[in-house]
């Protein structure tokens, strides 16, 4: 009989083994799910699976930064709406006159406005596991100083109510009369003037105009600066006037009327009497022009020396530290200096450094091609505007002995609230901020939503290419199963093969 050769036989056995192999690896499929237990027995495929992977990765590491910046943009949203609102409905009580001290020196509107204060200083210190938002890059501590330290120091270091007594001082100066000089006349000349050249306290003159007739004036001119009111032998007739106007220390201007009156008819504020000659006429004029002074200075220079404290010692930064009055004695001071950290609080203690864009202190990558900056520091103009005129408006306090030019000041203090918070001249708005951080969330959710799309592309991808059919797997399981089966049932009879069973 014929012998098959033994490679003949040998095929036939490798045959069966790799039909064995390929069902354990079906039997893997159905169990796992998976086409393949490496990136080699994927075939072709493999590169693209490997892509795939990659792309999901990156977007879900994207997709991670995205809901952390998120979570720390929808904080500060809520934080910079609020600390709005606050302005706005203190700048709304402001426009209302309620001059009544309600706890005896101040009114229902300044006990609004300290807790508005305390209020907008807490959304300044707001924080997302541990991150300070409004701190610019230094994240870790508290930016803001705690507010009884701000408003009323801390140990040695003066606080903002001191600051402000020290400016008014300084501002009004030793004899109430805003630190100008008006000396009886010299024969029918009346002479204002600066007690200091150059000095940043107190009124300053800008123009003297007059349409009483027979008079002159002249200036300002000179070092320091004067301005003069020379009568003549034609006097003045009844209802013309005088007008100084005066700049103050918040860039505010007022101005101080007098109006000449017959002799007799004088005594009513902002008026003089004509005398019965030049020099007669130039006293008087000089003795209701200091009672006027005194009075402006009491009212609108008080008013505005508040503002101008409010400016020195909130407006600062890490190159440009607070301004304090250079005195003791502060009455006659000429100067300011700079406040130090053992002698003056720093309300502010974040990255102060307002040379960069505060955006940029916060910067996420959320794309390969884009990033978005969302960063933010306390002492930005439009925080610390809304926080200052807060501070200014709270720490004043008043006289109800003196109602009558208390209430002036008032009037004079709570307008200017209603102009500042109005924001004014340009100035960085708190809306504008936000306007910048819900752009930048804008932004990231977009990113978002374009993430979600790519890793639900990939995934469908790797599902095509890594994913096993189990219900095709099974059905090629039973027919290898099959196919084995016969395989083994022959190679059994074969096995069995002998001459005498031949035979």
């Not at 004695?329 to 102060?352: I, K």
């Amino acid at each position: 009989m014929s012998v098959p050769p033994l490679s003949k036989s040998l095929g036939w056995t490798r045959g069966i083994i790799e039909s064995r192999e390929k069902l354990f690896d079906l039997q893997r499929q159905l169990a796992t799910g998976k086409k393949a237990a490496t990136y080699g027995t994927l075939g072709p495929d493999r590169t693209l699976s490997i892509a795939m992977r990659s792309r999901t990765s990156i977007t879900d590491a994207y997709k991670s930064t995205i809901q952390t910046i998120s979570l720390r943009m929808n904080v500060m949203t809520q934080a910079i709406d609020r600390f709005s609102n606050i302005g706005r409905e203190i700048r709304t009580d402001a426009m209302v006159p309620d001059y009544v001290l309600t706890d005896g020196n101040r009114s229902s509107t300044q006990l609004r406005a300290e807790a508005a204060l305390d209020e907008a200083l807490s959304l300044l210190r707001s924080e997302v596991g541990g991150r300070y938002l409004f701190a610019g890059r230094r994240t870790d501590a508290e930016p803001v100083e705690p507010t009884p330290a701000i408003m009323d120091g801390a140990g040695a270091r003066a606080g903002f109510k001191q600051h402000l007594s020290e400016r008014m001082q300084a501002d009004m100066g030793a004899d109430g009369l805003g630190r100008l000089v008006v000396p009886v006349p010299a024969a029918a000349d009346v002479a204002i003037s600066e007690d200091v050249d150059g000095s940043p306290f107190g009124f300053k003159i800008v123009q003297l105009a007059t349409t009483l007739t027979g008079t002159t004036a002249t200036g300002p001119a000179g070092v320091p600066p004067q301005a003069t009111l020379s009568f003549s032998a034609t006097l003045p007739e009844a209802g013309e006037t005088a007008r100084l106007t005066l700049s103050m220390p918040d860039g505010t201007e007022t101005v101080v009327e007098l109006t000449a009156v017959a002799a007799g008819e004088g005594g009513d504020p902002g008026t003089f009497e004509i005398g019965a000659d030049e020099t007669t006429t130039a006293a008087n004029f000089q003795a209701a022009l200091v009672t006027s002074l005194e009075t402006e200075a009491a009212t609108e220079l008080r008013a505005a020396s508040g503002y101008a404290a409010a400016d020195d010692f909130f407006n600062m930064d890490d190159a440009n530290p607070p301004q304090r009055v250079d005195g003791p004695p502060f009455d006659t001071a000429t100067a300011l200096r700079d406040g130090t950290p053992a002698d003056t609080v720093f309300w502010y203690v974040g990255d102060g450094d307002l040379t960069s864009d505060s955006r940029s202190t916060a910067i996420a990558r959320i794309d390969e091609s884009i990033s978005v900056a969302y960063g933010a520091r306390g002492n930005e103009e439009a925080f610390r505007w809304t926080i200052q005129n807060l501070a200014v408006l709270a720490a004043q306090t008043f006289d109800p002995n003196n109602p009558d030019v208390e209430r002036e000041r008032y009037s004079a203090m709570t307008s200017r609230v209603v102009s500042n918070l109005s924001f004014p001249d340009k100035r960085q708005t708190v809306e504008a901020i936000y306007a910048e951080i819900t752009t930048a969330q804008y932004v990231s959710g977009q990113a978002d939503e374009r993430h979600t799309a790519t890793k639900a592309t990939a995934v469908q991808l790797l599902s095509e290419v890594e994913v096993a059919d189990r219900d095709e797997v099974a059905v090629k399981i039973l027919q290898l199963q099959t196919r084995l089966e016969a395989s083994y049932q022959t190679t059994a009879v074969l096995s069995q093969l002998s001459l005498v069973n031949f035979l």
